[in-house]
Structure formats: structure tokens, C-alpha cells
């Protein structure tokens, strides 16, 4: 399986912006890169997805560098709302038909 | 509309007994997932469901995990003879096409499962 790096915990002021990061050098060309959110006791839900272009959405924003090896998403103005835990995952034809959730991120939002 | 629904939200069992967990998917998606997350740690794959093929079971841990979709409706996971290390969430998701790289899943809000 395709390996995603992050880190385990970030944290943020309310009203600020927030930007994740994602490594995964091992990316093929093929593969889209996707992105969830758990928030706590609950099922995760769908952020994001790109494949080359950055991406933009109501509830993020996803850049995604030139060669591919790393993403960032872009929490524009964090709220308290926000805190959750980060997936950031591959999907590819090779993958099968599950998606691989590592540990994630988890993020924090400061009053 | 309505999401994914999974019962019971919450089940207590006693080690040795069997266990029925049920999924309700989005009325009209043909694929269907089910994850288990333990305490802190991300999301283990189990099995997947899509319309009339033959399921891929390649995540399930043991025989004694079992499960079934009647068409592109409820889907049922059966534990039986339940141990501790069974204990944890157990996730359900669907998605209106399953094997796509771009394709999104929806989850459900999970059945903890607690193992005495």
C-alpha cells in the first residue's frame, strides 16, 4: 500500500488559518489524493480530493505540489468546529476497493 | 436525504457470544464498506460490497468475521464467538460507485462494540 506520512498533532488559534501536511513520495501517477476529517464520536467524513491541480471546496482547500510527493490542506479560517483528526489518504487502481486511514492528524482549536 | 445508518450504537457482550451488527447504506449506492477502528488508531478495511459481485473479504481478520448485503440494501457483520480484541468501532460506509480512485465514501456513525 502507498504510505502517507503526517504528523500526529497540530495546533491552531480559532479565526486562523491552518495548513496540514501530507508526504508520500511513493505516489504513483494514477493515484488521487483524498481527505477526511473524524471528528470526535463520529464517522469520518470528506474533506477533499485532488490528482495534480490544486482543489478548491466550501470547506477547504487542497494544494498539491508539482511533483506530487506532498499535499497540504488548507483550513482558510479554523474554527472549534474544526477539531478533529486529519486523514490523508491514496487511492489508485492498486489499492483495491478500500481506502488505507493511517493514525492522521490531530488537530486542536484554541479558544 | 438520509445518511448512513448503523445499529445498535452501542452493543456490551460477554466474551464467547455472537454478535450482529447492521448497516443501512444511501438508498441507491452500490458499493458498501465496512472498517473497524480500535481505541486511537485509524481504520482497518474489512470487506466491501459491490451490487452483485462477490465481495472482497481480503481485510477480514478471522473466519469468525462474517457478513452479508442482500442485493444493494442492509448489510449485516457478524462476530462470533466474540474476544476482547474484537472490542472497538465498527464503521459502515457506501458510496454511489465503488472502485474508483475519485470516488467518495460516506460513513456511518459506527456500533461501538465493547468485549467483557
Known amino acids: 500500500d502507498a504510505k502517507t506520512t503526517q504528523p500526529n498533532s497540530m495546533e491552531s488559534n480559532e479565526e486562523e488559518p491552518v495548513h496540514l501536511p501530507c508526504n508520500h513520495s511513493t505516489i504513483s501517477g494514477t493515484d488521487y489524493i483524498h481527505w477526511y476529517r473524524q471528528l470526535p464520536s463520529q464517522g469520518p467524513e470528506y474533506v477533499i480530493h485532488g490528482l495534480t491541480s490544486n482543489v478548491n471546496n466550501r470547506m477547504a482547500s487542497l494544494a498539491i505540489a508539482e511533483d506530487r510527493k506532498s499535499s497540504t490542506l488548507i483550513l482558510h479560517r479554523a474554527t472549534l468546529r474544526d477539531a478533529a483528526v486529519y486523514y490523508c489518504?491514496?487511492?489508485?487502481?492498486?489499492?483495491?476497493?478500500?481506502?488505507?486511514f493511517g493514525p492522521g492528524t490531530r488537530l486542536s482549536v484554541l479558544p | 436525504g438520509a445518511g448512513v445508518s448503523q445499529s445498535p450504537s452501542n452493543k456490551v457482550t460477554e466474551k464467547g457470544k455472537d454478535v450482529e451488527l447492521r448497516c443501512d447504506p444511501i438508498?441507491?449506492?452500490?458499493?458498501l464498506y465496512w472498517y473497524r477502528q480500535r481505541l486511537g488508531q485509524g481504520l482497518e478495511f474489512l470487506i466491501y460490497?459491490?451490487?452483485?459481485?462477490?465481495?472482497?473479504k481480503s481485510g477480514l481478520p478471522s473466519d469468525r468475521f462474517s457478513a452479508e448485503r442482500t442485493g444493494e440494501s442492509v448489510s449485516t457483520l457478524t462476530i462470533q464467538r466474540t474476544q476482547q480484541e474484537d472490542s472497538a468501532v465498527y464503521l459502515c460506509a457506501s458510496s454511489s460507485r465503488g472502485g474508483y480512485s475519485y470516488n467518495e465514501q460516506f460513513f456511518g456513525p459506527g456500533t461501538r462494540l465493547t468485549v467483557l
Open positions: 460490497f459491490q451490487g452483485n459481485s462477490a465481495p472482497d
Open positions: 489518504i491514496l487511492r489508485g487502481d492498486n489499492y483495491g476497493q478500500n481506502f488505507v
Open positions: 438508498s441507491g449506492h452500490t458499493a
